[in-house]
């Protein structure tokens, strides 16, 4: 009776273990990737079994992803520095120009631009088409730093969730090891009884 039992339970976990995928597909998403670990691991009661392999390939998997967000928001910090100075250039440059356009201001009807007199409305169309063009030039530069700051929060916040995914996975497959490991030293300890 014991070597049918033994038998039929060889035949059924062949027949299982034959169904089962042997890897973590490494090309899909990382939620992909834990939906692949749920769905595809054995059943025991109320609980998941999951290969250690599989485990170790998407914790590598996660890591991997987390570093490139990383890098990538470090590359974001950098271009948002280089933009900041960028302004702060820009800033210096406007406020040069309208030193310059108060001096003008100043003087007489004739204005010497560049060692050429000129009328003072000619020299006005002038500055003002400079300041219009840095004007516009600081528009543009601050609409790409709001952009990359969008774009930072955004990646900001996808770490924090996945930092929060992955803690809260973490805590789970911790608490279905511990059970795991009290039932079966439960059932040590009935068996040497």
């Not at 939620?31 to 599989?54: A, C, G, P, T």
């Not at 006005?124 to 030039?137: C, D, E, G, H």
Request: hydrophobic fraction near 35%; charged fraction near 25%; charge should be positive.
């Amino acid at each position: 009776m014991k070597k049918l039992f033994i038998l039929l339970t060889c035949i059924y976990c062949g027949t299982l273990l034959a169904q089962q995928p042997k890897y973590v597909p490494k090309d899909i998403s990382i939620n992909e990737q834990f939906n692949f670990l749920l769905k595809n691991s054995n059943n025991y009661k109320q609980f998941k079994v999951i290969k250690q392999n599989w485990i170790a390939t998407v914790k590598k998997n996660t890591a991997d992803s987390i570093s490139g967000l990383k890098k990538s928001l470090t590359e974001a910090n950098i271009t948002i520095g280089e933009q900041k100075k960028i302004i702060d250039k820009v800033n210096s440059q406007l406020s040069s120009v309208q030193e310059n356009l108060d001096a003008v201001n100043s003087e007489k009807e004739n204005i010497k631009f560049l060692g050429t007199p000129t009328s003072k409305q000619n020299y006005k169309t002038i500055m003002w088409t400079i300041v219009a063009l840095l004007l516009s030039i600081l528009g543009f530069l601050l609409f790409k730093f709001k952009s990359n700051q969008a774009t930072t929060k955004d990646t900001l916040a996808k770490l924090g969730d996945l930092e929060a995914e992955f803690e809260d996975h973490r805590r789970r497959a911790l608490e279905r090891e511990q059970k795991v490991m009290r039932k079966l030293q439960d059932e040590i300890n009935k068996n040497k009884k």
